[in-house]
C-alpha cells in the first residue's frame, strides 16, 4: 500500500534560517502529493502541491519538488519566520481518493 | 458561511456511550474522509464517502459507523466509545477531478 515517511521532528530554527523538511513516499503509479500546514488549534489547511514528477509546487515563500526517481518532495523555505511555527505533514494521493500522510514534522521558529 | 465545518469542536464523554461528530460542507463536493489524528501517526483515514449514500472502510474504521444521505453531511458515531477513541478527529471533502482535500477545524473528543 502507499506510505509517507516524513523528517522526524522537532525542528527549532531561528528565524531567517534555510528550512528542509525531508519526505519521501512508496506509492504505485503516479500519485499526487502535498504539504499541509497545521497551526496550532486549527485544522489542516493545504500549503503546496505537486501532480507530476518535476512539478514544483510553490507557496507563501515554501516550495517542493516532486522528485519521481529519488520518490521525494522535499519541502524547503529559504528564511523562516516565527509566523510559520507550525506542525508539516506530507502527504500523497495515488488512484483511491483518500490522503495518506507522514506522521508530521513540527517547526518551532525562534526570534 | 461557506466551507466545512465540524461540531462540536470539543467533547467529552465516558467510556460505553454513543457520540456523533457531525460534519457539513457547502461546497457539494462528492468526497468526504474521516480521520483520527494522534500523535506519531499524522493522520489516519477512518471511512470515507465517494457519493450520497455510498462509504468505505479506511485504514482503522472499527468502533465507528458513518452515514451519508446527504450529499453535504457526513456524520462520525462512536457506538460505544472507548478510551483508545480519545482523540482530534477531522473532516475533509474533496471535489470530483480535484486532487486535493480541504479540512474542517477539528473535534477534540476525550473519552473518560
Known amino acids: 500500500g502507499n506510505s509517507v515517511t516524513q523528517m522526524e521532528g522537532p525542528v527549532t530554527l531561528s528565524e531567517e534560517a534555510f528550512l528542509t523538511i525531508n519526505c519521501t513516499y512508496t506509492?504505485?503509479?503516479?500519485?499526487?502529493l502535498f504539504w499541509y500546514v497545521q497551526y496550532p488549534g486549527e485544522g489542516l489547511q493545504l500549503l503546496l502541491k505537486?501532480?507530476?514528477?518535476?512539478d514544483k509546487g510553490s507557496n507563501k515563500g515554501f516550495e517542493a519538488t516532486y522528485r519521481k526517481e529519488t520518490t521525494s518532495f522535499h519541502l524547503e523555505k529559504g528564511s523562516v519566520q516565527v509566523s510559520d511555527s507550525a506542525v508539516y505533514f506530507c502527504?500523497?494521493?495515488?488512484?483511491?481518493?483518500?490522503?495518506?500522510f507522514g506522521s508530521g514534522t513540527q517547526l518551532t521558529v525562534l526570534p | 458561511d461557506a466551507g466545512i465545518t465540524q461540531s462540536p469542536r470539543y467533547k467529552i464523554t465516558e467510556t460505553g456511550r454513543q457520540v456523533t461528530l457531525m460534519c457539513h460542507q457547502t461546497?457539494?463536493?462528492?468526497?468526504m474522509f474521516w480521520y483520527r489524528q494522534d500523535l506519531g501517526h499524522g493522520l489516519r483515514l477512518i471511512y470515507y464517502?465517494?457519493?450520497?449514500?455510498?462509504?468505505d472502510k479506511g485504514e482503522v474504521p472499527d468502533g465507528y459507523v458513518v452515514s451519508r444521505s446527504k450529499t453535504e453531511n457526513f456524520p462520525l458515531t462512536l457506538e460505544s466509545a472507548t478510551r483508545s477513541q480519545t482523540s482530534v478527529y477531522f473532516c475533509?471533502?474533496?471535489?470530483?477531478?480535484?486532487?486535493?482535500?480541504?479540512f474542517g477545524q477539528g473535534t477534540r473528543l476525550t473519552v473518560v
Open positions: 475533509a471533502s474533496s471535489e470530483e477531478g480535484k486532487a486535493e482535500a480541504f
Open positions: 506509492a504505485t503509479g503516479y500519485p499526487s
Open positions: 505537486a501532480t507530476k514528477a518535476d
Open positions: 502527504a500523497l494521493r495515488g488512484s483511491a481518493r483518500q490522503l495518506t
Open positions: 461546497w457539494s463536493h462528492s468526497y
Open positions: 464517502s465517494a457519493a450520497a449514500d455510498i462509504t
